[in-house]
C-alpha cells in the first residue's frame, strides 16, 4: 500500500507557480520522498527526489517539513504541458525493498 | 542506449496465445522492474531483478505470467494463454543497485498489449 496521501486533483492557471502537497506522516528515517508525474499515454517521469533538505533542479523545488511527515512539489511556472498525474511516492534509500509503489497520484490540470 | 527502451510498443493478440514483451535498461543499471498499467487505473508491480540475486516476483498476478533477465541486462516478460483482461501497457523500468543511496528508477515508454 501507499504510504502516501495526495488530494486527487487540483488546477492552477498557466505561468503561476502550481504547489503540489502531499501528506506521509508515516515515514520512516530511512526513506526518501520521491516524486513523478505521468503524462497521458506516457511513461513515468522522475521528476525529484529528497531526504530532509529542500531541493531544487530545473524542473521543480521539493519542500519537506521539518518533520518529513509532508512535502510540497512546486512547479514555478506551470505551462500546459505539465498537465498531468503527480506521484508522491516514499522510498527506502538502499536495499532490496526499494521499488517503488505508486498510489493514485494527484491530477494537476493547468488552464490557459 | 540513452534511456529504457521496450519492445514491442503495440501488440494485438488474440486471446489463448503467449506473448514477450522485451526490456532493454539503461546501461549500467543492476536493478530491473516491470510493471502494469490497465485503463484508467494505477501502476501495479510485477516483478523485480537485481544483480545475480534471486527475482522478486511477489507482483506476477498469475503464473501464466513470468520474466527472465539474461546476462544481467535484457528481460523478457511473458504471458502465456493471454485473456482479455491482461490488456494493458506493461512498463519497465531500472536503476542503479539500490545499495546506492538515493538511486533513481527510470522508466521506458511502455509496451501497449491488446487482448482481443
Known amino acids: 500500500d501507499a504510504k502516501t496521501t495526495q488530494p486527487p486533483s487540483m488546477d492552477c492557471a498557466e505561468g503561476r507557480a502550481a504547489n503540489l502537497p502531499c501528506n506521509h506522516s508515516?515515514?520512516?528515517?530511512?526513506?526518501?520522498v520521491y516524486w513523478y508525474r505521468q503524462i497521458h499515454s506516457q511513461g513515468p517521469q522522475y521528476i525529484i527526489h529528497?531526504?530532509?533538505n529542500n531541493e531544487t533542479n530545473e524542473m521543480a523545488s521539493l519542500i519537506i517539513t521539518e518533520d518529513r511527515k509532508s512535502s510540497t512539489l512546486i512547479l514555478p511556472h506551470a505551462t500546459l504541458r505539465d498537465t498531468a498525474v503527480y506521484y508522491c511516492?516514499?522510498?527506502?534509500?538502499?536495499?532490496?525493498?526499494?521499488?517503488?509503489?505508486f498510489g493514485k497520484g494527484i491530477t494537476l490540470s493547468v488552464r490557459p | 542506449g540513452a534511456g529504457v527502451s521496450q519492445s514491442p510498443s503495440n501488440k494485438v493478440t488474440e486471446k489463448g496465445k503467449d506473448v514477450e514483451l522485451r526490456c532493454d535498461p539503461i546501461?549500467?543499471?543492476?536493478?530491473l522492474y516491470w510493471y502494469r498499467q490497465s485503463l484508467g487505473q494505477g501502476l501495479e508491480f510485477l516483478i523485480y531483478?537485481?544483480?545475480?540475486?534471486?527475482?522478486?516476483k511477489s507482483g506476477l498476478p498469475s503464473d501464466r505470467f513470468s520474466a527472465e533477465r539474461t546476462g544481467g541486462s535484457v528481460s523478457t516478460l511473458t504471458i502465456q494463454r493471454t485473456q482479455q483482461e491482461d490488456s494493458a501497457v506493461y512498463l519497465c523500468?531500472?536503476?542503479?543497485?539500490?545499495?546506492?543511496?538515493?538511486?533513481?528508477?527510470?522508466f521506458g515508454e511502455g509496451s501497449w498489449l491488446t487482448v482481443v
Open positions: 529528497g531526504l530532509k
Open positions: 523500468a531500472s536503476s542503479l543497485s539500490p545499495d546506492l543511496s538515493g538511486n533513481t528508477i527510470y
Open positions: 546501461s549500467g543499471h543492476t536493478a
Open positions: 531483478f537485481q544483480g545475480n540475486s534471486a527475482p522478486d
Open positions: 508515516t515515514i520512516s528515517g530511512n526513506e526518501y
Open positions: 511516492i516514499v522510498r527506502p534509500f538502499t536495499g532490496a525493498n526499494s521499488k517503488l509503489t
